[in-house]
């Protein structure tokens, strides 16, 4: 970096303070990044969410305000200095640059109160914080001052060195291809770090040479990747989630155009480096001994499309300032705007997937496939007949295992980049002990074999599918508790005993020297609970110790014969004879499982994967979609009434959301409803979870996204949403196949209108349920109640409806007439026949589920194909059928309120059922079809979302997701 840029940038970050925007006493040039620069005094002073534009005021500010008594505020924030001799220095400043303004701001007003010279009333901390989150303009407040000095300190430090502005896109890929194939969790996992960490390479050369502000996405302030470089991170577990996208946006100095080529050179080649670094450390550590090793080394090197794309700044420029205001105000009343800025943004956008998607699949040889992806040659499957490959890979297995190391299991070859994923968390022990600074050590390979061979580093443990599984109580366990027969105090909370506490049990023991306990039941049944759980401890030992700890061994479907046991282990029976595990150890594991089941139920064998992210967030941050009218952002009614164009400051605002969200909100909420977290970055979520938790653990996370203001920060705000996948599944399914599915509905969800959760439930004997739904119907307890009316038949009957009710409609609705009226009045039949309500309150129970029944259905995503159409004889254009569907159905976050409500369903079922959902519908097609029509359509479009609703309940009920 140029000493005179580096200078600059310190300089330009103590130009600016919130006394002086106050004041408007500002350069021209910070106010030319406004979205639209206004004169006049502020009366109060607060915050737009720079999305939603909802407000959020300052009062303590304002407060001062009022009183007259602006001339304090420049005594609060004079003076605040620093110094950094080099770029690392620099970085720490400006990545704690908001605490330590508060901290100084906060001494600063305690002694201003002393002397007397603010009032006492005024709350400190409440004021620094303020001051630390001012608007960046007062009149126009859609984004905070420390956003804007970023680019403003950029841009700066750009003129004063003569250099010119680049806007840089970069972008690895594929990314989906290489995350899905996996066999594990430790592969998926594996998979999304791994491009985590290359990404990350790319932009710790960006920061290292233009300052970490000039990171604009993903936004470097508190990314546990940045902090753990510059010796910031406190707590390394923070680096385990990999939350970097693998698209990034950032504005650097260029000051002779060859430099360009050569900060692409260096990305590219650095990238390429650590990937080759990791596999060749994985071809030692592993002891590969095939031969044409070059070969490998080239295909490592061609996997990754690396595409950096580079405009220049100056194009957007001129609409700053002056400029941009004189021309949003000619636009006046007139449609749309886009500023350069967007409509640039843009053109990176598409010219970075556009390149990416240019270049050329590497050429493979001809030969056996890796069996983990499926993709290239195996590592050599290009030289060797099938049985010599297959011998020598068996030989690689068995000469790991007896280093006491399970990487590879029986029956795989892999090829050199699957070879290196699975070696990553190896790397990345390495890595996050701070032992490896990057994988191209030379002596990477010596330090794992050392670490690893002694002990000095285990790998993460990774949690299996099946240990996320069993994480969910069983009913019976559930049961238990509540009658305080059997249960575990933890956090002082009763809570029902897992087959996951009974697996944590196991382990507890194992690794401690006397043997010990860790599960304390509680309840009438815990000795001999107990008694039961001692005798699965000590029958298992053997298998975890000589093997390892592996929870399918819960599973008694896996203890039939020795070869299924085996099995699990990647091995066959003989390696179990082996290690002295035979059919005595086997059955006595069965017997102590089968003892345990009969206290709280086999364990789960379901798991669930969520898939999610934000809708339109290209649109969002380019400005097409989502955006107000400058006047809601401003103070003032002198701003025209154009939609607010998107600069790069709110696009910094914007992204310093999406890290709040990715970095601190989704791990958190991820931990509370025990799920892995396989990756948060921007706005995308993924992650593996207990059945009964994925619904409300998805359901939570788009509530959390879609916040305003949480204090002074702010999330992605009310006008946005999510739209989420999940998939409950077998332990057994593959797990590449589990993923392409979870794709498919977060697709499906997307498709539907976005806003909206698609859920799949895949059974083990291959049937496939899935429903698309409003997020809506989880936020009151229509859903939940609904769900606790129904039991099946063995069960007792009191006061519940029969699940037989679920299958009567599933497989009987469809022959329903399509008539509205008369599809209520039959399901209302429906469920008078299959429930036992009390007589004296019989028809108010019945009215009352009747009423859940159509709020869930009224919330189901529905379409009608054409040739639904053609059948009943109508001959109308689908696409004009199914838009006035979504428009009553689809919940529209831009719209401030919901159509309806579950009251208004209550209401209309009482009162008149005119006023339902699927009349509007009905009303709507009239215009379009003619009356009869519009009716059968309506009928058809009711019948679907009842079956849909009846699915849903069927899905949940399978999950066990509880009130
Ligand atoms: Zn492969």
């Known amino acids: 970096m140029k000493s005179e840029y580096f200078n600059a940038l310190l300089e330009a970050y103590l130009e600016i303070n919130p006394s002086e925007i106050l004041s408007g006493q500002v350069p021209d040039d910070w106010k030319a990044l406004s979205s639209f620069p206004l004169e006049g005094e502020p009366t109060k002073i607060t915050l737009k969410h720079p999305i939603s534009s909802k407000e959020k005021e ?3 500010t304002t407060h001062i305000l009022a009183e007259g008594k602006k001339n304090v505020i420049k005594e609060i924030v004079g003076d605040f200095d620093f110094s950094a001799q080099n770029i690392e220095e620099f970085a720490k400043f400006w990545n704690d640059l908001p605490e330590k303004l508060q901290e100084f701001y906060k001494d600063r007003i305690e002694n201003l109160k002393k002397e007397g010279k603010l009032d006492a009333s005024i709350d400190s901390e409440t004021l620094a914080k303020e001051l630390v989150h001012f608007p960046a303009d007062s009149l126009i407040p859609d984004h905070d001052w420390l956003s804007r000095l970023d680019l403003y300190a950029t841009i700066k430090a750009a003129e004063k060195t003569g250099a010119k502005l680049y806007f840089l896109r970069f972008k690895i890929s594929p990314v989906q291809g290489f995350i899905g194939n996996a066999r594990t969790e430790r592969d998926l996992w594996a998979g999304s770090h791994m491009l985590g960490y290359l990404t990350y390479q790319a932009i710790s050369e960006i920061w290292h040479e233009y300052g970490p502000q000039a990171v604009i996405f993903p936004h470097l302030r508190g990314q546990p990747f940045f902090e753990f470089e510059i010796g910031l991170l406190e707590d390394k577990d923070e680096l385990e989630i990999a939350n970097i996208p693998n698209k990034v946006l950032a504005i650097i100095s260029v000051w002779e155009r060859e430099s360009l080529e050569d900060l692409k050179g260096r990305i590219e080649s650095k990238i390429i480096r650590e990937l ?9 550590f592993y002891g590969v001994n095939f031969e044409k ?9 061609k996997y990754f499309t690396i595409t950096i794309e580079l405009i220049p700044f100056e194009e957007v420029k001129p609409v700053f300032g002056k400029l941009l205001r004189d021309y949003l105000t000619t636009l006046g009343q007139k449609a749309s705007v886009s500023t350069y800025y967007s409509e640039l943004f843009m053109i990176l ?12 699949k590497v050429k493979q040889p001809e030969g056996f496939k890796c069996t983990l992806c499926g993709e290239h040659v195996a590592i050599g499957g290009d030289v060797l007949g099938y049985f010599e490959l297959r011998m020598k890979w068996e030989d690689l297995r068995k000469n790991l295992n007896s280093r006491g190391i ?4 029986s029956k795989e070859r892999l090829c050199p980049l699957c070879l290196a994923k699975r070696f990553y968390p190896r790397f990345y022990a390495l890595w996050k002990a701070g032992d490896v600074k990057s994988a191209y050590d030379e002596d990477l390979a010596r330090k794992v074999k050392e670490y690893f061979e002694d002990k000095i580093l285990n790998v993460k443990r990774f949690e299996s599918v099946s240990e996320v599984a069993i994480k969910r109580p069983t009913r019976k366990a559930v049961d238990l508790c509540k009658e305080s027969k059997l249960y575990v105090t933890g956090n002082s909370l009763k809570r029902p005993i897992t087959w996951y506490d009974i697996f944590m049990d196991i382990l507890e023991a194992l690794s401690s020297k006397y043997g010990g306990s860790f599960l304390n039941p509680g309840g009438t049944l815990a000795s001999s609970f107990s008694e039961a759980l001692r005798k699965l401890r000590t029958a298992v030992s053997p298998l975890f110790k000589k093997l390892s700890p592996n929870i399918e061994v819960l599973y008694k479907e896996n203890l039939r014969t020795l070869d299924s046991l085996a099995k699990i282990y990647g091995l066959n029976s003989t390696d ?4 002295g595990i035979n059919d005595r150890v086997r059955l006595d594991v069965l017997e102590a499982i089968l003892e345990l089941e009969e206290f709280i139920g086999e364990p789960p064998k379901y798991y669930a994967i969520l898939k999610m992210d934000g809708d339109n967030m290209g649109k969002v941050i380019s400005g097409t979609k989502a955006v107000k009218p400058l006047r809601d952002y401003s103070l003032t009614e002198n701003a025209p009434d154009v939609p607010r164009p998107v600069t790069p400051t709110v696009h910094i605002a914007i992204t310093r959301s999406l890290s709040k969200f990715a970095v601190e909100k989704v791990p958190n909420l991820s931990k509370a409803h025990r799920a892995e977290l396989i990756y948060a970055g921007g706005d995308d979520v993924f992650a593996i979870v207990p059945t009964d938790q994925a619904v409300q653990l998805a359901y939570e996370l788009q509530k959390e996204f879609r916040k305003d203001w949480e204090k002074f920060d702010y999330l992605q705000g009310s006008t946005r949403s999510m739209s989420a996948g999940i998939l409950a599944v077998y332990y057994k399914e593959p797990l590449y196949s589990a993923v392409r599915k979870v794709n498919e509905l977060e697709h499906l969800a997307k498709e539907s209108g976005r806003n909206a959760l698609a859920i799949g439930y895949l059974t083990h004997s291959g049937n496939y349920y899935v429903i698309t739904v409003n997020w809506r119907i989880f936020s009151d307890d229509a859903v939940y109640d609904l769900l606790r009316s129904f039991v099946s038949e063995t069960e007792n009957m009191k006061e519940k409806i029969s699940t037989r009710f679920l299958y009567e409609v599933l497989y009987g609705v469809d022959r329903w007439p399509n008539d509205p009226d008369a599809i209520i009045q039959l399901l209302r039949y429906e469920i008078m026949r299959h429930s036992n309500f009390r007589k004296e309150e019989h028809e108010e129970r019945i009215l009352e589920k009747l009423t859940e029944i159509l709020w869930i259905a009224r919330n189901v995503r529905a379409k009608v194909e054409e040739k639904e159409l053609n059948e009943l004889g109508i001959s109308t254009d689908v696409g004009r059928v199914n838009e006035a569907i979504s428009g009553v159905i689809v919940d529209d976050p831009e719209k401030d309120k919901p159509l309806d409500s579950f009251e208004k369903v209550i209401s209309a079922i009482k009162e008149s ?4 959902w699927i009349f509007e519908i009905q009303e709507k097609l009239r215009g379009l079809v003619g009356g ?23 899905i949940l009920r399978e999950m066990e997701v509880r009130a």
């Open 932 to 954: 009869d029509v519009a009716k059968s359509i309506a009928g058809l479009v009711l019948k679907k979302q009842i079956k849909g609703a009846v699915t849903l309940i069927k």
């Open 913 to 916: 059922e005119e006023k339902l």
């Open 276 to 284: 080759k670094g990791i596999f060749n450390a994985a071809w030692e």
């Open 58 to 60: 300052l009062t303590e």
């Open 406 to 409: 399970y990487d590879i299991k």
């Open 293 to 301: 090793k070059n070969i490998y080394e080239k295909t490592i090197e």
């Open 349 to 360: 956008d598409q010219l970075t997937d556009f390149r990416s998607r240019e270049f050329e």
């Open 576 to 579: 179990l004879m082996e290690k």
